[in-house]
Structure formats: structure tokens, C-alpha cells
């Protein structure tokens, strides 16, 4: 059974930095794989996604700030956050393998999140200004 945790969340002034985890486990190979936020009241979006040959994607939202990465030998996936913004405040979710044909690189275009089949729990990132 694959198991999805992520952990890194955090509270952090404006400008600031945090470096998010996810572990996965029971998953065999390079899936694809994205991080996803969603804030109070607002729907989960895609923000970023890593492809089985480690091409990566942004959300225009994040493009330049965020980067996102993996450690294939440890089956975790990073999401390093610079210049952190008021708006960035969300729940964030990693997510694996993308099902019904829609492309790991399209993640941040999709309008919808059901495609993806794991999903962790969540951890909460607070940027204050």
C-alpha cells in the first residue's frame, strides 16, 4: 500500500524560506509526481510537478520562487520556497502517478486534482507580513 507524508510546513515572515518533504513509500520507479496548495476557502491547485525523467513545471504563481526536486535513492520529494509571500499561505499536498492520460506537465494548467492517486495529509505553511 503506498503511503504519502509530507512534513516542512511551517510559519514564516514574508520573505523567508521553507523547504517542504515528502516521503513516499511502497512506490516502485520515477512517477509523476506534484505539489499541490490549497488555501481557506479556495479550491486545490497544482503548483508544481516533477515528470518520471525529472523534467519539472510551474504554476505562473510560483515560477521563479519555487523549486521543486527529488531524491530518487530516498523516494522523497522536495519543494524549496523562496521570497515567501502573504498569498502563499495554504495546506500543502504531495501527490503521485497521474491517471486517464493527463500529462505530469499539465499539472499546474489542470483545473482539477483527481487524476493524481496518492495523496498525503497535508502540512500548513503561514507566511506572515
Known amino acids: 500500500q503506498v503511503h504519502v507524508m509530507e512534513s516542512g510546513g511551517g510559519s514564516v515572515q514574508a520573505g523567508g524560506s521553507l523547504i517542504l518533504a515528502c516521503t513516499v513509500s511502497?512506490?516502485?520507479?520515477?512517477?509523476?509526481m506534484g505539489w499541490f496548495r490549497q488555501a481557506p476557502g479556495q479550491e486545490r491547485v497544482g503548483i508544481a510537478a516533477i515528470g518520471p525523467d525529472d523534467s519539472t513545471t510551474y504554476a505562473d504563481s510560483v515560477l521563479g520562487r519555487f523549486t521543486i526536486s527529488r531524491d530518487n535513492t530516498e523516494n522523497t520529494l522536495f519543494l524549496r520556497m523562496n521570497n515567501l509571500k502573504p498569498e502563499d499561505t495554504s495546506m500543502y499536498y504531495c501527490a503521485a502517478v497521474t491517471l486517464g492520460g493527463v500529462r505530469c506537465m499539465d499539472i499546474p494548467k489542470m483545473r482539477t486534482t483527481h487524476y493524481m492517486n496518492y495523496w498525503g495529509k497535508g502540512t500548513l505553511v503561514t507566511i506572515s507580513s
Open positions: 511502497s512506490l516502485t520507479g520515477r512517477p509523476c
